[in-house]
């Protein structure tokens, strides 16, 4: 059974950093791309970024560049989502989702496997 969970969410003040984890289970997770979305409430969810299977090519939100770096550990089957520079409007629920496809997305419609979530929230 394929399941992701998601973690090391919390309250931060503007400025500040997380890291965000995103671990596999029933799953080979080398041959996944992985995604990273948000969403705010009373906003569509939205992808902020995401990692290739295979080669680990990324892609990212123009509103996150520069501040959040994807990344992934096959070995831990995890993927990390490293946030910097946190701004009040990155706070949301931040959830992984896995496809079985070479190049990642960022498009919700195209995941299969989604985790539960963890909130991050910014405020001083």
């Known amino acids: 059974q394929v399941q992701l969970i998601e973690s090391g969410g919390g309250l931060v003040q503007p400025g500040d950093s997380l890291r965000l984890s995103c671990a596999g289970s029933?799953?080979?997770?080398?041959?996944?791309?992985i995604g990273w979305f948000r969403q705010a409430p009373g906003k569509e969810r939205e992808g902020v970024s995401c990692?290739?299977?295979?080669?680990?090519?990324?892609n990212y939100d123009d509103s996150v560049k520069g501040r959040f770096t994807i990344s992934r550990d096959n070995a831990k089957g995890t993927v990390y989502l490293q946030m910097n520079s946190l701004k009040p409007e990155d706070a949301a629920v931040y959830y992984c989702?896995?496809?079985?496809?070479?190049?990642?997305?960022?498009?919700?419609?195209?995941?299969?496997?989604w985790g539960q979530g963890t909130q991050v929230t910014v405020s001083s």
């Open positions: 989702a896995a496809v079985l496809t070479f190049r990642c997305s960022r498009l919700d419609t195209e995941y299969m496997y």
């Open positions: 990692i290739s299977a295979v080669d680990g090519s990324t």
């Open positions: 029933g799953f080979r997770l080398d041959d996944y791309a």
